[in-house]
RNA sequence: GCGAAGUUGGCGGAACGGCAGACGCGCCGGUUUUAGGAGCCGGUGGGCAACCGUGGGGGUUCGAAUCCCCCACUUCGCACCA
């Protein structure tokens, strides 16, 4: 009959501009409302969306949308994450301005935005690298820097010598640079921090605050990356010099057992202790040596440990004795005191380290039950035992003691009970040009001056060049020379830019006043928009981002410039996109259609090998991983747009699986999605026509309200309840946010519906409109689009987000009768049709009576029955 | 190395400690004068059965995919990518 087909393009079109004239997504729409700060994190424009966009913003439109039809005054913002490594990498590549590199993705991700039907409210669009953003970080920085949050201190950056600059992390592949190849090591250079490990504890305290409200897992990864351990410091000495080497330990119960101590290979005391003595050459060199390769934590872990010995003694103070001072690789600087007491019987490290260059074991823990005798010992025995060989604390219990061993350690000065966090400070300088520039200025008479207030913004300058090669701010000689702002002498600009994570430090702050000039928000618009309550990103974003935006936001809170500490109420984690990559050993990565598969099947694998290379004939081994461009298994969202439609594509990228998981992309499921779209249609088609014809037959008709319209009532009261809380969360479904139950729910509805329809059973008009009315209501977040489309189709004129969240009645909801299982001896055997309310006493005597249990059990003896109304019984015989 | 998450049919996934596999994809068969990426009907974990089945091994329980212990594998993060 209806051979039209869903012209997807032209109804979502049309709704996206009904919505923009309507204002829908402007604060204020549903003007007198609670507040409701839907957040989803900002991207980077890269000028494209990949498929974890459009996961997140889809999830975040999704709960704006719900909150709208709930009646809340919604704030959903978006911006843009405009500084950054990779605009300054095309400038290099490309010769194009970072500037334009990034307006011009930013125009393009717009587009592609507007198409996914994501409502925004644009007029509070912020983008980082606009001057009007960026002078207010300058500005943080100032008020930081008078307080001592901001401080220059020295630390060490990858350092490329052959391309003269730093290199980021990610630039590193295997202590190599990823442009030249040539060996990356260390190098130390005084830098900007904020004293962001002053706040740790505050950091750890907040947790209390968001449990339950954030994921579990980014608090425990949180704890983990703040790292509070408690222990003691340990005041050793240099035996020739008598300076002061202390050091942090979790283990002071073994402190008898130290057999050396070994130092961070850029500890300065190193330096210092050397200088003039004959192994000052071969020691230095050594400790240069263990510098290369790169800074991140995973390549320091992963070198093999080595060490070189100082030629120097330390004091161990609880004994006197002295232990050979060791250069190590695994002593890190920036943790503890840059040294670490060893003591192999009882830390595997150490043991292992030990081994390796012939040093002694000591052993100062006997486990109950066996001896220990240290030349015999082929791992470090790490677990509780007695103390032995450790003075006055001989025969103790190592743990019991630990707090009487920190007692006697501060009463003799020999150190002090302590508590150590692996938290930072947070290293904000960046060689680069494309951030925001640090605002002071180096005088050789007056030394570091901040920029005066009134002297902001620090603007970056155009005239620099981009070569590959240093920073490119350092060439902009406009930039660089200037006067010092205290003695009006020649002076030169600091050439630092801030890491990119200061900027998403307030960014959802300043969407509460996007547009004022004269400070980075007001006061009362702060108060009036935030703290968010929901945010909505990546599960990538565990540490880094969401730590810094704390911190961030607990330092404006001591200035005095917000008045609350946690910045997020509600966090939601999406998971990875991923997708099956492919890798040949000689091509490296591949895309799908440059593997000749073995078979059909191996197209579904995603591990092993599963073809050739169509170019040079290898085995190609599938992967499952992460969308990403060098892997080759990126996805084109406005390729998908095309074919399916944003609704089709929205509602498959949340009908699968809950979205805090993986989620595997594969196509097939896409077109299922958009089949439900049209099945939906079809059925509001067919029954508005069918309407119709009802009313032209007259309102005399009684009204049927038989067993279809109980069932049909019952049906659609259950798919607002079930689909409501799978969103929500609460008891049962905890963290909500399960869309695709809730989609499963409307399913299942309009299947019954459907049947009902192809049955010809008789339905009341009204019963029908609900239950139709519903489905259009529970998806509407999720395809928006479609369900304004419907809504029209079924006789409203106006937009169905004006129509208010549907509301379910637990009484038309609930069954009356329930079929339960019987099980005897815990394995299902028959089953029984009960009355749902059901005691349990009334269960064990319906089911002792029913003759098939009886059967089952004859011969036998009940020993007990367990009955749980409305579930199931469980008669136990013998 | 440290930390986190995960592992259930051919696939994505459902399942307050109580009927394992909701819902969807795919597949198989049928159907509608039907050529569409269409609709509708039926089937679809394994096994002829009794039964067996939630990565592997133990445990708790009347009862375990679910709780506890051990192990394996996969993915993510680790401070200059954002």
């Known amino acids: ?75 959903s913002p978006m911006g843009w994450d405009s500084f950054g490594l990779p605009a300054e990498n095309a400038a290099i590549r490309t010769g194009v301005h970072p500037h334009a590199f990034t307006e011009k993705n930013i125009a393009k991700m717009t587009a592609q935005m507007r198409r996914a039907g994501w409502g925004f409210d644009w007029e509070r669009e912020v983008a980082t690298s606009h001057v009007d953003y960026y002078k207010w970080n300058q500005w943080f920085f100032l008020k930081f820097y008078e307080r001592g949050l901001a401080v220059k201190k020295t630390a060490p950056v990858n350092w490329c010598d052959s391309c003269q600059t730093v290199l980021a992390n990610e630039q590193v ?44 897992a980014v608090l425990a990864m949180q704890e983990e990356w703040i790292g509070r351990s408690e222990g ?33 290979p850029e500890h300065p005391l190193l330096a210092k202790l050397l200088k ?98 240290a030349s015999q010992m082929t791992a470090a025995y790490a677990a509780a035992g007695e103390l032995v060989n450790s003075g006055e604390f001989n025969g103790k219990n190592n743990v019991a003691a630990m707090s009487e061993i920190i007692r006697w350690l501060t009463e003799n000065k020999f150190g002090e009970g302590t508590v150590n966090y692996r938290l930072r400070d947070w290293l904000i300088s960046r060689q680069r040009y494309w951030g925001t520039p640090i ?112 911190f961030f936001t607990m330092a404006l809170h001591d200035l005095g410039l917000v008045d609350f500490t946690e910045p997020f109420q509600k966090l939601f984690c999406q998971g990875m996109v991923c997708k099956t990559a492919y890798r040949c050993e000689a091509c490296k990565w591949l895309p799908a259609d440059g593997v000749e598969f073995a078979d059909e099947a191996a197209k579904d694998k995603t591990t092993g090998v599963v073809g050739k290379c169509q170019k040079c004939g290898g085995d190609v081994a599938a992967e499952m991983t992460k969308i990403s461009k060098t892997k080759l298994n990126i996805v084109d969202p406005d390729a998908l747009f095309d074919r399916f439609g944003a609704d089709a594509v929205r509602l498959y990228m949340l009908s699968d699986a809950p979205p805090d998981r993986m989620q595997i992309w594969n196509e097939a499921g896409l077109n299922g999605a958009w089949r439900t779209l049209n099945r939906l249609r079809l ?12 009313s032209a037959v007259g309102e005399n008709l009684p009204a049927p309200r038989g067993q279809a319209d109980r069932e049909l009532t019952q049906k659609t009261h259950q798919c607002i309840i079930a689909a409501t809380e799978a969103i929500e969360g609460g008891s049962r479904l905890q963290g909500g946010f399960h869309f695709n139950t809730a989609i499963a729910r409307c399913n299942e509805l ?17 019963t029908a409109r609900l239950a139709i009315e519903t489905m259009v209501k529970m998806l509407s977040p999720i395809t928006p689009h479609f369900a304004e489309e419907m809504w029209e189709m079924l006789g409203h004129t106006e937009s169905i987000f004006r129509s208010g969240w549907a509301v379910g009645d637990p009484q038309l909801a609930a069954e009356a009768t329930v079929e339960i299982p019987i099980q005897i001896n815990g394995k299902l055997r028959h089953r029984q049709e009960v009355a749902v309310n059901a005691a349990a006493a009334e269960l064990e005597k319906s089911v002792l009576a029913d003759a098939t249990v009886q059967a089952l059990i004859a ?15 469980n008669v136990v015989v013998k």
């Open 232 to 264: 003691a410091k340990i005041y050793f000495k240099v035996a020739e010099t008598g300076d002061a080497l202390p050091v942090f330990t979790t283990r002071p119960d073994t402190l008898f057992g130290v057999t050396f101590l070994s130092i961070a």
């Open 173 to 216: 592949h295997n202590g190599e640079c990823e442009r030249c190849g040539s060996a990356v090591a260390q190098k130390d250079m005084s830098q900007w921090f904020f004293t962001m490990s002053r706040y740790a504890q505050r950091l750890l305290d907040g947790h209390q605050q968001l449990r339950g409200n954030y994921p579990d």
């Open 750 to 766: 309009l299947n019954q519906f459907r049947q009902k329809m192809a049955d010809k059973e008789a339905i009341d008009g009204a």
């Open 1 to 75: 009959m209806d051979d039209d087909k869903y012209d997807f393009a032209a109804v979502e079109k049309k709704w996206r501009e009904r919505w923009d004239a309507m204002g829908l997504f402007k604060t204020g729409f549903n003007a007198g409302g609670e507040k409701y700060y839907a957040l989803t994190m900002y991207p980077y424009p890269s000028g494209v969306l990949h498929m974890g966009h459009v996961i997140n913003y889809t999830i975040g439109d999704v709960i704006a949308r719900y909150k709208i039809l709930r009646g809340f005054d919604v704030l």
């Open 683 to 694: 059925t509001v088609r067919e029954w508005t026509n069918s309407e119709r014809k009802l």
């Open 439 to 550: 605002p002071i200025i180096y005088c050789d008479k007056c030394g570091a001056v901040p920029v005066p207030e009134k002297d902001l913004p620090v603007v970056l300058p155009d005239d620099v060049q981009f070569k590959g090669e240093g920073n490119p701010l350092k060439t902009g000689a406009s930039f660089v020379n200037c006067q010092c702002p205290q003695c009006g002498g020649a002076a030169q600009r600091e050439t630092d830019t801030m890491d990119t994570f200061v900027d998403s430090s307030w960014y959802f702050l300043r969407y509460a006043d996007a547009k004022n000039d004269r400070a980075p928000f007001a006061a009362e618009k702060i108060k009036r928009w935030l703290p968010v309550n929901q945010y909505v990103g990546g599960i990538e974003h565990a540490t880094m981002h969401l730590i810094y935006a704390r």
């Open 276 to 373: 003039g003595t004959p192994q000052e050459r071969a020691v230095l060199d050594a400790a240069k040596k263990m510098r290369e390769g790169g800074t991140s934590e995973k390549d320091l872990v992963d070198k093999e440990k080595v060490g070189v010995a100082a030629g120097f003694n330390v004091v161990n103070p609880v004994n006197g004795e002295s232990v050979p001072l060791w250069v190590a690789n695994f002593a890190l600087m920036n943790y503890g005191t840059g040294a670490v007491m060893a003591v192999p019987a009882h830390d595997q490290r150490d043991f292992e380290f030990a081994k390796k260059y012939g040093l002694p074991v000591r052993v100062v823990i006997q486990p109950s039950g066996e001896k220990l005798v």
């Open 859 to 873: 011969g036998k003896t009940v020993v007990k029955i367990i009955a749980v109304p409305g579930r199931m019984v």
